[in-house]
């Protein structure tokens, strides 16, 4: 008798779960209401990477995409999550393949939808009114999980007809929530609002420095880049864009992140060759650097035989460092990275000076977050190598957001990307 009790309340509890979380949460109506959402707030990225850029098209799919999120079920939010996770940050885990680790990748696409889906059905549970939902979409402006801040929901924007500016984005979301509050033909006040906030996107006044910029566009496959094969092949390369640009009578090459894949400052004929060339053309070049055993990701400045190494500041979460405890982190790198050590990070930023004009130095992720724009530098050079993701959306994903930086500090970037996006980023 007691045994038929046990299983008559296991079953009663498994049909409550079964009702309440399986038959909820992953009803068909939740599932396709959050891919439609997601994907309204997602295909601003994709448009871009196929070149389209229709500022009417991407408004609407702004107004839609956040109109939806802030009256969706609940039930919904988990999965709008899940669905921006995978759109946006899909090509996160192609990195593995080169750990020998591709098993990995599908995992880490689910894995990525799954983190986001947590955040958003903890929004979901806060965000009881549509006020307080509005509220919590502009804290993600400011939310870093792991220091990894590339989900910025007003990036929406950046190709649109509004603004991207923290203020406006903040104004944008309350005439969502006037749109939905208000009745009958009050509504009319809140898409008044709504376009009065275009009026606020006008374009920057920028200068561009009097200076003609070497950035060469470079595809290096990352499966021979650190090969020892390749490296002599490599390095001539890069001195043949080098002499390309003397040739060319350039003001400066900008080379991308570990353009010169080996431990550079340890390299005395490669500083010399180098040094020697920069009498004629400034150079600025990715590389390692070595110092007091420890390994910085960083920038070589090579300008009238002389050298400027900067170390990269803001380093890649879980792709540079481990943001864990120290026993979390060592067990990770023995598992996935053969036992390798975190990168160091410098504790300040570095500026080059060439012709009297001032640059930032940033390398690929740091670019953009905004402990690298202290004191609102005119000129920023970033270097990336974007290769760890190609074929994928991520450099177009990395050129939005430094878009949306140089917007917001007025900064011009010259971005030079191996298998990415290099070019003059500007503000407007």
Not at 20 to 45: D, E, M, P, Q, V
Not at 230 to 257: M, T
Not at 402 to 416: E, F, G, P, V
Request: net charge positive.
């Amino acid at each position: 008798m007691e045994v038929k009790k046990q299983i008559y309340l296991s079953h009663l509890a498994y049909e409550s779960f079964d009702k309440k979380f399986s038959r909820g949460y992953f009803s068909t109506f939740f599932i396709i209401k959050g891919f439609f959402i997601a994907f309204c707030l997602s295909l601003f990225i994709y448009l871009d990477y196929f070149g389209l850029h229709i500022k009417i098209i991407d408004t609407i799919l702004a107004i839609f995409g956040f109109y939806g999120l802030l009256v969706c079920q609940k039930r919904t939010l988990p999965w709008v999550g899940f669905f921006i996770g995978i759109f946006w940050f899909y090509w996160i885990g192609f990195g593995f393949q080169y750990y020998d680790l591709t098993y990995l990748i599908p995992l880490a696409v689910i894995g990525f939808g799954l983190i986001y889906a947590l955040f958003f059905w903890v929004v979901s549970k806060v965000g009881v009114t549509q006020e307080l939902r509005a509220l919590l979409m502009f804290g993600f402006m400011f939310f870093s999980p792991f220091g990894f801040n590339w989900f910025k929901p007003e990036l929406v924007f950046i190709n649109s007809y509004f603004s991207t500016d923290n203020y406006l984005y903040g104004a944008f979301l309350l005439s969502i929530v006037f749109m939905i509050r208000l009745k009958k033909w009050w509504k009319l006040l809140a898409v008044v609002v709504l376009y009065s906030l275009t009026l606020f996107n006008k374009p920057l006044h920028v200068e561009l420095p009097n200076l003609d910029i070497a950035i060469p566009i470079t595809n290096l496959d990352q499966s021979k880049k650190w090969k020892k094969e390749y490296r002599d092949e490599i390095v001539e390369y890069n001195f043949s864009l080098i002499k390309s640009a003397v040739q060319a009578k350039k003001d400066l090459i900008i080379l991308h992140e570990s353009a010169f894949p080996l431990y550079l400052n340890l390299e005395t004929t490669i500083l010399n060759r180098l040094k020697k060339l920069s009498y004629d053309i400034p150079i600025v070049t990715g590389g390692l650097h070595v110092k007091n055993n420890l390994v910085y990701n960083s920038s070589f400045f090579f300008q009238d035989g002389k050298l400027k190494i900067a170390d990269k500041v803001v380093l890649v979460p879980f792709g540079e460092k481990i943001p864990l405890p120290k026993w979390a982190r060592d067990i990770i790198n023995n598992i996935f990275f053969d036992g390798a050590d975190d990168y160091e990070s410098a504790k300040n930023v570095t500026n080059f000076k060439i012709k009297n004009y001032s640059f930032r130095n940033a390398i690929c992720y740091e670019a953009t977050t905004d402990t690298i724009y202290k004191d609102n530098p005119k000129y920023m050079v970033a270097i990336s190598n974007n290769a760890w993701f190609s074929p994928s959306i991520e450099p177009t994903l990395q050129r939005l957001l430094l878009k949306l930086y140089a917007r917001k500090y007025n900064t011009i970037i010259y971005h030079s990307a191996n298998a990415g996006i290099s070019g003059i980023i500007t503000p407007y």
